[in-house]
DNA sequence: TTACTTAGTTCGTCGATCGAAATATAGCAC
DNA sequence: GTGCTATATTTCGATCGACGAACTAAGTAA
């Protein structure tokens, strides 16, 4: 696809002071590339007519398939974070669309499990397909050293994020909390 | 391995097989950090007794606040992708449980304001400030090279995700009833 | 003035979640 | 085997947050 491989394509405004991005630039990207996200998932949402967990959890069910695995309610419940009887309200929803069926566990007997359509499959890969290539464009055209960049900062990002253990540094930085 | 990285690569595994992170590895560290961003949020909301949208609006207020400027509901909800109903209902929640106040607006007797009380600053600051900060940390430990990848990365990636037009039109969940 | 638009509220409803309790199966101890 | 406990799912009843429609009050334009 034509995707645009030069440093600066795309959507918007550079750091108009300085050549280099500053922290705040950064912040700012990532903040913007957050909402960019969140209305992408709105938008596909709304033009599939279904709900953010319902989406969340095709999406689950599409990669498990990928997979060769099969997922159980029980293993959307926990994956999405909702209670059991939400799921049976889930995979109802989603059964009645005709994006999955349910399907005796092999194994057992108490569980079932959740298999997309492959209409499903086809619907999903025309709605994000398209999205996903430019992604995968974007990530590709990285060199050895801004991948490792880019992987380096997410991983200290998660770490940041998710509070594991963290080496206190001096915390310099001014306050833009959000 | 001359790229002994920084000072912890926190939480994980690494790039088992190679030396530099693949391009997959970096799509995946970019859907952990949504994971784990998300699961804060939930901490978070829960940790302040509201919901998503609430927290949101939260934000937005004191994002306001802090650059000296005041929101109407009008605005809340615009910004918010809300019905004026839900606004009301919004506002009545978060006045009930302490965390603004309503103003009359100076210019347009029509319209109120929505002012944060200098408690939910605290509040915030309190159960974000610390994550920020690590954000922050690791945002200016960048590198001016490392900034600038990351900055060019989610550049692209918002025009990627933003792509405004949308090819294939689902199929719109036609049920296939199995 | 009259007519129209905009800001916010009230009301009734809907959809998605939850917890508690019911049902069926699984697995273990004896 | 019989019993007991754990697991997978469903049903029920309640709550919560969103919506559209209809309303009041205030600004705006003819």
């Known amino acids: 696809m034509g995707t645009e491989q030069h440093p600066r394509a795309s959507s918007g405004y550079w750091y108009p002071e300085h ?26 949402r709304s033009s599939m007519a279904m709900g953010e967990t319902d989406l969340l959890a095709l999406r689950l069910l599409l990669q498990a398939q990928r997979r060769g695995e099969v997922l159980r309610q029980r293993d959307l419940g926990t994956a999405l974070g909702i209670a059991s009887p939400s799921v049976t309200a889930l995979v109802d929803r989603l059964v009645r669309s005709g994006h999955v069926r349910r399907e005796p566990h092999p194994d057992d007997r108490r569980a079932t499990i959740v298999v997309p359509t492959t209409d499903t499959d086809h619907e999903v890969r025309a709605t994000l397909g398209a999205m996903h290539r430019r992604m995968i464009d974007v990530v590709d055209g990285l060199d050895d050293d801004e991948r490792r960049a880019v992987a380096s900062f997410f991983d ?4 940041a ?3 594991l253990d963290v080496h206190e540094a001096p915390a310099k930085a001014t306050i833009t909390a959000d």
Chains 1, 2 share one sequence.
Do not use: G, K, Q
């Open 161 to 163: 994020v998710e509070h």
């Open 156 to 159: 200290r990002m998660i770490a």
């Open 19 to 44: 050549e280099h991005p500053t922290s705040v630039d950064v912040l700012n990207l990532l903040r913007r590339y957050r909402a960019a996200e969140a209305a992408m998932r709105a938008r596909t």
